[in-house]
């Protein structure tokens, strides 16, 4: 999950809530889906926030100002 683009994080996010909302699985099976769904939420939120702080980070340095030390993973 974590080495996933965020792309393929969100695809299998919408299979998971497409899943849950067919209602075909059993109520272990609901759960055990959207606790992973939960962790992919998480995870591919992460990878937005980087992203949009490295665009901050590069609209700063355009405008001149002080450019911040910022490490994507």
Known sequence: M????FEKDMK???EIV????NGNLSLEDAI????KGMKLSKIANE???KAEKK????????DGEKE???EVE
């Open 2 to 5: 974590e080495n996933n683009s």
């Open 12 to 14: 299998e996010l919408e």
């Open 18 to 21: 497409n899943s849950l909302e």
């Open 32 to 35: 055990s889906t959207f606790e």
């Open 47 to 49: 990878k937005l926030d």
């Open 55 to 62: 665009i901050n980070i590069l609209i700063t340095s355009e």
């Open 68 to 70: 911040e030390n910022f």
